[in-house]
């Protein structure tokens, strides 16, 4: 069965602090991952996948297959970065369905 | 473009009512799902339809049934509603291709609260 975790229900970093969301998974095939973003008063949105391995806003990712994680990472958190962060997981090949975690509200304090 | 757009936004029900949560996009995608969206729970997929004329349950799918009209709709029926269906209820379409983009689109989202 697939499953994310998102241990942090709230996370609170000062403007200019690192800033690490952690997300875990379970899953026996190979997994594809994503991070989606939902800023207030706006729609849920993607921010990034692991396949692509990009940096999105000065956010990234790393999936690391042995320790089950897709941790979303960021050097200097920025206010605009409060948000709600939800983990996703689906299949690489095939699967229709995601599965999400159960979101990290990000505050950042000026 | 519209995206995905819902109807309505707002919805106040008594137990035992009955609605159908609308959703449309203009994408052309032909994947759509429907998602409710509780606090502490995250997303969790109700049911969601993979081409035109399929539908398949999600994690959630009791108490809800769909219909995927065309390849633009994709409706949610609470036949009989329930307190415990009070939340906020996402439509989505998927875009996949073969060039890698893997993406899902939302809508704004239905505050539902059942009394």
């Known amino acids: 069965a697939q499953r994310v975790t998102q241990p942090e229900k709230l996370l609170s970093v000062f403007k200019g602090a690192p800033v690490e969301l952690k997300c875990n998974y379970s899953?026996?095939?190979?997994?594809?991952l994503f991070w989606y973003v939902q800023y207030s008063r706006q729609r849920l949105q993607l921010l990034l996948r692991?396949?692509s391995r990009e940096s999105i806003k000065g956010f990234t990712a790393d999936l690391n297959k042995g320790e089950t994680s897709f941790h979303l990472k960021k050097p200097f958190a920025q206010e605009e970065d409060s948000a709600m962060y939800y983990c996703?997981?689906?299949?690489?090949?095939?699967?229709?369905?995601?599965?999400f975690g159960q979101g990290t509200r990000l505050t950042i304090n000026p | 473009n519209a995206g995905v757009t819902q109807t309505p936004k707002f919805q106040v029900l008594k137990t035992g009512q009955s609605m159908t949560l609308q959703c449309a996009q203009d994408?052309?995608?032909?994947?759509m799902y429907w998602y409710r969206q509780d606090p502490g729970m995250g997303l969790r997929l109700i049911y969601y339809?993979?081409?035109?004329?399929?539908?398949d349950k999600g994690e959630v799918p009791n108490g809800y049934n769909v219909s995927r009209l065309n390849k633009r709709e994709f409706s949610l029926r609470l036949e009989s509603a329930a307190p415990s269906q009070t939340s906020v209820y996402f439509c989505?379409?998927?875009?996949?291709?073969?060039?890698?983009?893997?993406?899902?689109?939302f809508g704004p989202g239905t505050r539902l609260t059942v009394l």
């Open positions: 996703a997981l689906g299949a690489l090949q095939g699967a229709q369905k995601l599965v």
């Open positions: 899953y026996s095939g190979s997994p594809e």
């Open positions: 692991h396949i």
């Open positions: 989505a379409s998927r875009l996949r291709t073969s060039g890698g983009v893997d993406e899902q689109f």
């Open positions: 994408m052309n995608h032909n994947s």
């Open positions: 339809s993979a081409s035109e004329g399929t539908t």
